[in-house]
T-cell receptor
Framework: GAVVSQHPSWVICKSGTSVKIECRSL??????MFWYRQFPKQSLMLMAT?????????EQGVEKDKFLINHASLTLSTLTVTSAHPEDSSFYIC????????????FGPGTRLTVL | AQSVTQLDSQVPVFEEAPVELRCNYS??????LFWYVQYPNQGLQLLLK??????LVKGINGFEAEFNKSQTSFHLRKPSVHISDTAEYFC??????????FGTGTSLTVIP
């Protein structure tokens, strides 16, 4: 089956630093990837839709200058949390769109970000 | 607009008992339906999906779900749960395989 990886799986950083999270589709090409944020005991909140070769589409309320998304190739999308603060601590999950005959989302294992 | 409702936020059930996790959706167009499971500190794993055809769908780990168009439901069931089934379960609908909408999740706790 389709596999999506995320790196790192867990990152701890100081307030004010920037953190980059990678999302890779390992055995298929994904023109579209999604980035979600999940707070404890809550559902996934869609942050943005990342399309290869174009600007990401952000959901309402998500700061695009805070959460920089780059989809440079058909197998890689990155999310950079700029000048991270403790309130940015969360579980970030990416997914890649693929499948035949119907698109479905294949999820990465998630990245836990802890900002001190 | 589409929406997904998972009526039960928490479901405790004894080991080896049957369980049903409810999911209702609202949509004016045809949708595809999915159930995902999330174990602690992990991503989402697909349990099963309904695209077309038979309304009873069987998935992994002994789970199944039935699509009921008239009731706009896609309830997840398992006849006998195990401790390892303790996890968060999410129902999702997709329109044309592009837009995905998730429910708020149901936390299943299997009691020994």
């Amino acid at each position: 089956g389709a596999v999506v990886s995320q790196h790192p799986s867990w990152v701890i950083c100081k307030s004010g630093t920037s953190v980059k999270i990678e999302c890779r589709s390992l055995d298929f090409q994904a023109t579209t990837m999604f980035w979600y944020r999940q707070f404890p005991k809550q559902s996934l909140m869609l942050m943005a839709t990342s399309n290869e070769g174009s600007k990401a589409t952000y959901e309402q309320g998500v700061e695009k200058d805070k959460f920089l998304i780059n989809h440079a190739s058909l197998t890689l999308s990155t999310l950079t949390v700029t000048s991270a603060h403790p309130e940015d601590s969360s579980f970030y999950i990416c997914s890649a769109l693929g499948g035949d005959p119907i698109n479905e989302q294949f999820f990465g294992p998630g990245t836990r970000l802890t900002v001190l | 607009a589409q929406s997904v409702t998972q009526l039960d936020s928490q479901v405790p059930v004894f080991e080896e008992a049957p369980v049903e996790l409810r999911c209702n959706y609202s949509s004016s167009v045809s949708v595809y339906l999915f159930w995902y499971v999330q174990y602690p500190n992990q991503g989402l794993q697909l349990l099963l999906k309904y695209l077309s055809g038979s309304t009873l769908v069987k998935g992994i780990n002994g789970f199944e779900a039935e699509f009921n168009k008239s009731q706009t439901s896609f309830h997840l069931r398992k006849p006998s749960v195990h401790i390892s089934d303790t996890a968060e379960y999410f129902c999702a609908v997709s329109v044309a395989g592009n837009q995905f909408y998730f429910g708020t999740g149901t936390s299943l706790t299997v009691i020994p």
